[in-house]
């Protein structure tokens, strides 16, 4: 990924067919298709659609309420209009019925391309880290249950987060054989776990993809991923280093996919760029946790079984008051990125080209000739001026 001076796309039949310079598409023999470019305004850009793998909401919808398709596409199309063409929809804990429900719901849209993908962040998860998850539906990992919310996801389960602390998360039965033999990855976050059963916990997931990519058995993607790092995990201490530093190491080893949220409340731009510096942009997937107050005013909102309260583009729980998901799209995390010192080519190449990887997905996440053509154009200050999906303008009006 590099930025071009004078770039164009030229889009043929909903695909891309040139990405380059405006004199060499001419030189090339494109010329006649120039008509079908797009090019960025003065001082502006042209992005790859973005692919957000962790987001449970938007436009005052959420994914883990939604009882209709309806309701659930009111959530992608606020993000899609602001260049999220590719979008995970992400339950909370939940109660198994509930989880069912969702998951029907949700495999509905994959099945129709309107959605890349379902994430459960819970309910295996930590009661001392839940965050905003509730409490009362977390519980010690069922593979069963995994295994049927999988086959009910028809292929679209991504990704699951899990606390490796639990019971029955490694070993043939384990938990991470269930998602990974599934099709899906575990994605190890909202953990109160010390180091060493973090180390195993990755090492497991690490050796059992490996062991299917070695015999040529199909894998969602290549490495495991870490749910929103830093948040819903204790803080890495000397004498006390936790679950953080094992993720970094395994993100620098080639055996892990850091997400981050990096809106500016969740994390401070400082530390964003400190990771981009530490890991390298190919172990950083950026990401919102957006919630239904995405594109929204301040408000009441909620989140699964929880009442959110949103002050000041803020969404924390109304009792409590843990951070309860983010208020930004990924654009918006792009643009935070960027002006917290990270390289502009490297923030997007985290939210475009990682979340395509993590999906395994080849068809999304790049510029590049053949592939469906989603491209983002923006001013200056990365704010959306025409987003097309799939070749085909969206509506970006509310």
């Known amino acids: 990924m590099q930025i071009i001076d004078d770039g164009v796309v030229v889009i043929a039949e909903r695909h891309l067919a040139w990405v380059g310079s405006a004199d060499e598409a001419v030189g090339a023999g494109w010329a ?38 309806a309701q659930a596409m009111v959530a992608v199309r606020e993000h899609r209009r602001h260049g999220t063409t590719s979008l995970v929809a ?71 987060t899990i606390a490796p602390e639990k019971p029955h998360i490694t070993g043939d039965d384990g938990m991470v054989a269930a998602l990974i033999e599934g099709g899906a990855l575990p994605s ?44 819903g995990m204790p803080p890495m201490h000397h004498r006390s280093p936790g679950p953080v530093p094992e993720l970094l190491a395994a993100a620098v080893g080639g055996e892990c996919v850091v997400e981050l949220i990096g809106d500016g409340v969740h994390l401070a731009p400082a530390m964003v760029r400190a990771m981009f510096e530490t890991l390298g942009r190919e172990n950083v997937v950026l990401i919102t946790d957006a919630m239904a107050a995405a594109g929204m005013a301040d408000g009441d909102y909620v989140l699964g ?51 395509a990887e993590i999906l395994g997905d080849h068809s999304i996440g790049a510029l ?11 001013d200056v200050n990365l704010n959306p001026v025409e987003v097309i999906r799939r070749g085909e303008a969206v509506d970006r009006r509310r």
């Open 305 to 355: 079984s929880q009442a959110v309260t949103v002050t000041g583009g803020v969404a924390r729980l109304s009792e409590g008051g843990a951070i309860a998901g983010g208020t930004a799209h990924l654009l918006d995390v792009v643009r935070t990125t960027w002006r917290g010192g990270v390289d502009l080519v490297d923030a997007v190449f985290a939210a475009s080209c990682q979340g």
């Open 188 to 231: 190890f976050g909202h953990t109160d776990s010390e180091a060493a059963t973090m180390r195993a916990a990755l090492a497991c997931a690490s050796s059992r993809i490996a062991a299917r990519l070695m015999v040529g058995a199909p894998v969602r993607s290549a490495r495991a991923t870490a749910t929103h790092l830093f948040n």
């Open 368 to 378: 590049e000739a053949g592939l469906w053509a989603d491209v983002v154009v923006t």
């Open 90 to 160: 992400s339950c909370v804990t939940a109660a198994p019925e509930v989880l069912r429900a969702r998951t029907r719901v949700l495999a509905d849209l994959c099945d129709a391309g309107e959605l890349a993908g379902i994430h459960f962040e819970g309910p295996f998860v930590s009661a001392e880290r839940c965050g905003a998850q509730d409490p009362a539906y977390i519980a010690d990992p069922d593979a069963e249950l995994t295994r049927e919310l999988i086959e009910l996801g028809r292929g679209h389960v991504a990704t699951m």
């Open 32 to 69: 006649g298709l120039l008509d079908d470019a797009r090019v960025a305004p003065p001082g502006g850009y042209l992005l790859p659609g973005l692919v957000d793998v962790h987001c449970h909401g938007g436009g005052g919808e959420s994914f883990p309420n939604a009882e209709t398709a």
